[in-house]
């Protein structure tokens, strides 16, 4: 089949796009990635015509025309040979800028998006979110519901769960657990206690697996623990039988981007086996946590072409496949060179959480920005309340909010406050109990005040 | 103590074990005021530091009243605005500089090692940290024999400019002091990157890297001492970047060096 040439009249002038690749690079909204990619439109005028014309592409089209070619690329190939076309079928008639009005009508809810779920592409997921505004991306991802269970549940309507992100520069033990609990006393930890580690290592990582897990095991908390290395570290750690709950991996949406992560669909096909095997989950059986963000795939010089937020859609492909209890973009992580400021940060983050929620993912944020972004702790609290509307499943809860082992902002234990309160939204509800008999919070939402004696404090100081 | 309608924290005795914001405190679930005003002056300082000009005649009028011959370079990038977007132009030597640096070097002859001076992320760092470690690295490294070139002083410059330069050059070795993304706590951070026979398609997987040099992290005399130990192993076995660490030099790459990258 020749490869159409898409054109639209535009303000006067006819605009050609010479490839549903350029297209939909050219259709995005303005950010500096695309820009340093030369993907990006040449003007304002340009970008809209390109998001007219896109409206007008038939969603079936994106089976036809693949942006990275079948035969170079296993997400290609997983994203192409997994398609559902029974799933697809209601929207199989339809162009993107009709599906962007099917996903708005009253009648589309959480139960006809999760039966759409497998067939949909990523592609056809990037190339509406291009079209749709801010608050299109909220309201729809809203409809959506993904719940995922692994020693809590965790999606759940009316809820919001939080990572405990308790990193220290070394990886001191006592450093770490003094986060932990401090994370715990504020409420939070219910989505999983996830350690970046300092050093990639089996001995670093089994150190702090097992300080997690004696925490967990001796207050019989119902969360997860996770240390966020490279997925063969965490492979050879369970070989020799360390309390491993959550598998961890960083991916992206191309295979050589996965590739320079050095990992591939086999390889963690190969970690989720074995967490499975071992058995740690007591309500489900949802064993692996992935993050992503946009830009990872041109920064690893593996694009194609394709346009950043297309290229993260896909990498929630690769996400689905494995089941997933957590799943987050790491929006602001990666630097200015590639989401410029507050404005772009936001679009992508919300882009980003409304793309995996159609897929079918359980999607949290790390709403998070470097000191080089223009960006400030104000726009993180945009984003969150924006996020927190939009029914994220969880946030990132630091200390105080810096990060002191990676060096950026995100949000804090406060943050998950207050956004429960303007939202009215409460923990997993095995973990609410918990933190009700543990005296830290009552009603679900309220902290109360610990004395000095709190068996979580001494635990540290034991 | 001022009187105050917020809820302190029982734990204050945890902070000992760290320097995360721990046992805040909060207003209902909010961050107590002084919480907040002090972040955001750390973050004001952060950010001044990030877009600090860059006092590259006064580093060098410091340097050569410290018995240090310098040679200014610049890079592609023209102006702050422009490096933070394209990291691709603070790899890459103006062209004036590349003709002046190339019509130089065959009256240098080849030497062992091009220490570059840039300010990357932070001027802060590059300003307050270089002299301290060059006072302590460039004695360790004549004793063992090694000829160096004039420092390079390189506004605007990203951790992979260093392979044009010390290609141009021939130089065995060369070393990048560069100032880090700032973090909340640490405006002034430098890192260093050093690479064995550097060349165009030298990936960071060919370097070593020391971080988070200033006094309060890495102090910059220990720094030096350990820069050199690595530098002296790397000519010793012809290698650098993941095969020296292979060999004993285990110093994990940081994950802030990959902003600067």
């Given at each position: ?15 050609h ?53 079948y ?85 759940l ?15 001191d033990p ?40 004696e ?9 997860q ?86 290229c993260?859609?896909?990498a ?147 | ?12 005795t ?21 919480t ?24 060098a ?37 590349h ?19 840039s300010?990357g992320l ?42 044009e ?17 700032p ?39 220990a ?15 012809g ?23």
């Amino acid at each position: 089949m020749p490869t159409p040439h898409w054109s639209i009249n535009a303000g006067g002038l006819r605009y050609h796009f010479s490839s549903l690749r350029e297209l939909m690079a050219k259709a995005t909204p303005h950010r500096s990635g695309d820009e340093l990619a030369g993907l990006a439109a040449s003007s304002a005028e340009e970008r809209v015509a390109a998001q007219l014309c896109l409206s007008e592409v038939p969603l079936a089209h994106f089976l036809e025309e693949l942006l990275i070619p079948y035969e170079t690329d296993e997400v290609t190939r997983l994203i192409v040979d997994t398609h559902d076309a029974t799933a697809f079928a209601p929207v199989a008639g339809l162009t993107v800028g009709a599906f962007r009005e099917w996903l708005l009508r009253y009648e589309t809810d959480a139960h006809s998006l999760a039966a759409l779920a497998p067939g949909l592409t990523p592609e056809m997921v990037a190339a509406v979110a291009k079209i749709m505004s801010n608050q299109d991306l909220i309201l729809v991802a809203k409809k959506c519901r993904v719940v995922t269970r692994f020693r809590n549940t965790i999606g759940l309507p009316g809820r919001l769960s939080v990572r405990l992100q308790p990193n220290h520069p070394t990886d001191d033990p006592q450093g770490v657990a003094a986060s932990i609990v401090d994370g715990l006393l504020y409420g939070c930890g219910d989505a999983v206690i996830g350690i970046n580690p300092a050093t990639d290592s089996v001995p670093a990582i089994e150190t702090l697996l097992r300080l997690i897990d004696e925490v967990i095991q001796r207050y019989e908390i119902p969360t997860q623990s996770c240390v966020l290395a490279h997925v063969t570290t965490q492979l050879e750690a369970m070989r020799r039988g360390t309390p491993v709950d959550l598998v961890f991996q960083s991916i992206a949406g191309t295979e050589a981007a996965n590739k320079s992560f050095g990992v591939s669909l086999s390889l963690l096909a190969e970690a989720q086996q074995a967490a499975l095997a071992l058995r740690r989950g007591t309500v489900g059986n949802n064993v692996m946590y992935f993050e992503t963000g946009q830009g990872s795939a041109l920064s690893a010089g593996a694009h194609h072409g394709v346009d950043q937020q297309t290229c993260e859609a896909r990498a929630y492909a690769v996400a689905r496949h494995f089941s997933p209890l957590l799943v987050n973009t790491v929006v602001g992580f990666i630097g200015p060179e590639y989401l410029y400021d507050g404005k772009q940060i936001i679009r992508a983050g919300l882009e980003d959480h409304f793309c995996g929620k159609l897929l079918g993912l359980p999607m949290g944020c790390d709403i998070c920005y470097t000191n080089h972004a223009e960006a400030c702790q104000d726009d993180m609290d945009t984003l969150l309340t924006l996020l927190g509307v939009a029914g994220c499943n969880y946030i990132m809860g630091i200390p105080g909010a810096d990060d002191i082992m990676l060096g950026y902002q995100s949000t804090s234990f406060h943050d998950s406050h207050y956004l429960r309160q303007v939202l009215g939204l409460k923990p997993a509800p095995e973990f609410e109990a918990w933190l009700e008999k543990m005296r830290i919070v009552s009603g679900g939402q309220r902290l109360l005040p610990v004395g000095e004696h709190h068996a979580l404090i001494d635990h540290v100081l034991a | 103590m001022q009187p105050t309608p917020a809820t302190h924290d029982r734990w204050q005795t945890l902070r000992q074990f760290t320097s995360a914001r721990i046992a805040l405190g909060r207003a209902g679930g909010s961050v107590r005021t002084r919480t907040l005003l002090e972040f955001r002056l750390a973050h004001a300082r952060a950010r001044d530091a990030v877009h600090m000009e860059f006092h590259g005649e006064a580093l060098a009028a410091a340097l050569g009243r410290a018995g240090y011959e310098t040679w200014r370079l610049d890079t592609e990038a023209i102006d702050r605005r422009t490096y933070l977007l394209r990291p691709d132009l603070g790899r890459r030597l103006s062209p004036t500089a590349h003709e002046a640096l190339a019509a130089q070097s065959a009256k240098w002859g080849k030497r062992d090692l091009a220490i570059i001076v840039s300010d990357g992320l932070s001027a802060l760092a590059a300003e307050r940290q270089t002299g301290a470690v060059l006072t302590c690295l460039v004695p360790l490294l004549r004793a063992a024999g090694w000829r160096l070139y004039p420092i390079f002083i390189a506004a605007f410059g990203r951790v992979k400019l260093q392979d044009e330069i010390g290609s141009l050059l021939g130089a065995r070795h060369t070393l990048m002091l560069i100032g880090e993304r700032p973090g909340l706590g640490a405006p002034d951070s430098l890192g260093a990157y050093f690479t064995y026979k550097p060349h165009a398609s030298c990936t960071d997987a060919n370097r070593n890297c020391v971080s988070n040099i200033r006094p309060e992290g890495f102090p910059p005399k220990a720094a030096a001492q350990k820069l050199a130990q690595l530098l002296l192993e790397s000519a010793r076995h012809g290698l650098s970047g993941v095969a020296l660490k292979d060999v004993g030099g285990e110093l994990p790459m940081p994950l802030s060096a990959r902003a600067i990258a």
